[in-house]
Nanobody
């Protein structure tokens, strides 16, 4: 049984930084895609950043390029998201997700069948 457990998040003023972590367990394949999605109130869920664990290839949506950095530990079981220069529009519930390796770069939630419980990020102006 795949489990994803997020930690981190919180509240920060615009221009500040936060870091999220996601611990992954129960997935039988070493190659996988780990992706952060977020959902703001009244908006659709959107992909933010993804990483393919066997190649460390990374993927970002344009709105976070240069501000967010996704990484994974050597064991491939913990993913991180370093968020810098945060803006109020980054306010959302952030979800850690897991999908097959080929799903990296896809921002369709349907391609990711394992989700964490979410962690709230709030950026005030």
């Amino acid at each position: 049984q795949v489990q994803l457990v997020e930690s981190g998040g919180g509240s920060v003023q615009a221009g500040g930084s936060l870091s999220l972590s996601c611990k992954v367990s129960g997935y039988p394949h070493s190659s996988k895609c780990l992706t952060w999605f977020r959902q703001a109130p009244g908006k659709e869920r959107e992909g933010v950043a993804g990483i393919e664990t066997s190649t460390d290839s990374t993927y970002y949506v344009d709105s976070v390029k240069g501000r967010f950095t996704i990484s994974v530990n050597n064991a491939g079981n913990t993913m991180y998201l370093q968020m810098n220069s945060l803006q109020p529009e980054d306010t959302a519930m952030y979800y850690c997700t897991l999908g097959p390796y080929w799903s990296c770069g896809s921002w369709s939630p349907a391609d990711f069948n394992s989700w964490g419980q979410g962690t709230q990020v709030t950026v005030s102006s």
